[in-house]
């Protein structure tokens, strides 16, 4: 079995990517018949009115991440990586998403994951006058253990900021 090298993370901000996106989406496809979630993770084509139906099941507005918020998510982030093992190898803070590059660590990416999540959302909440739900439910966290894979997701991860004018590593917690 192939060595992990670290994982890509990626989180969502609330309500800017629902189901049925044009853009397709990774939500479970509800089956009428069974009454059951069917096809998990899997990328389904967008579906306009399933798209509306999510919309209207809403019970806050999207979350778009400011350059204020940006600020708290950077700081936020430089203290969780102070206190693991692990190390943010790349990292992006866009308006409707965070991409983060971490390297291997023993302990579950799931549950890693939930904590960055939840240590986020709490900073946001005590550092702006923001109280409402910042990310979506779940994250997409890609295991790599192709070093080619892994020098790749680097180059397109900073890319996001040097579209954004912001260089290879804008943030405090780059090495």
């Not at 109280?131 to 295991?143: L, N, R």
Request: proline residues 6%; hydrophobic residues 35%.
């Amino acid at each position: 079995m192939p060595q992990t090298i670290g994982y890509h993370l990626v989180k969502t901000t609330y309500g800017t990517w629902l189901p049925g996106d044009e853009r397709g989406h990774w939500s479970s496809i509800f089956d009428p018949v069974t009454w059951q979630f069917i096809e998990h993770r899997k990328l389904h084509p967008g579906q306009p009115a399933r798209k509306e139906l999510s919309h209207e099941l809403m019970k806050d507005a999207p979350f778009h991440i400011s350059n204020h918020v940006s600020k708290v998510i950077e700081q936020t982030l430089a203290n969780c990586q102070a206190e693991s093992e692990w190390k943010i190898v790349a990292g992006a803070i866009e308006p409707t998403h965070l991409h983060l590059l971490i390297t291997y660590t023993g302990r579950s990416i799931d549950q890693t994951a939930r904590w960055l999540s939840s240590r986020m959302t709490t900073d946001i909440h005590r550092n702006t006058a923001y109280s409402g739900p910042v990310w979506t439910s779940g994250k997409w966290a890609e295991s790599i253990t192709d070093e080619p894979h892994w020098r790749n997701l680097i180059s397109y991860v900073e890319q996001h900021n040097i579209r954004r004018g912001l260089g290879l590593r804008p943030y405090q917690f780059l090495p």
